[in-house]
Nanobody, 117 residues
């Protein structure tokens, strides 16, 4: 059974930093593209950052230069380091694992990040 478990969300002041992580089990982690999405209630989810199995990364324009995605295949974990946080970064952050070849994909349950003074 595949599980993705996010952790590290919380409350942070504008301009602050926070790191969230997602640990996967039940899959061959290195075969999967890992991605972070976020969603604000009432809005569509937004792709924040991706890290492919071949090592490429991509970011939403809204977070470029502020967020960094990384992964540790030995720990089956993907991270999202968020710096210079803004109130508009407030959302539930979800991690997703996607196998490009098979199309199989899995989601975590999300972790809430709140940026507020």
């Amino acid at each position: 059974q595949v599980q993705l478990v996010e952790s590290g969300g919380g409350l942070v002041q504008p301009g602050g930093s926070l790191s969230v992580s997602c640990t996967a089990s039940g899959l061959i982690f290195s075969d999967y593209t890992m991605a972070w999405y976020r969603q604000v209630p009432g809005k569509q989810h937004e792709t924040v950052a991706t890290f492919t199995s071949s090592g490429s990364t991509n970011y939403a324009d809204s977070v470029k230069g502020r967020f960094t995605i990384s992964r540790d295949n030995a720990k089956n974990t993907v991270y999202l380091q968020m710096n210079s946080l803004k109130p508009e970064d407030t959302a539930v952050y979800y991690c997703k694992a996607l196998n490009i070849r098979s199309g199989w994909n899995y989601w975590g349950k999300g972790t809430l990040v709140t940026v507020s003074s």
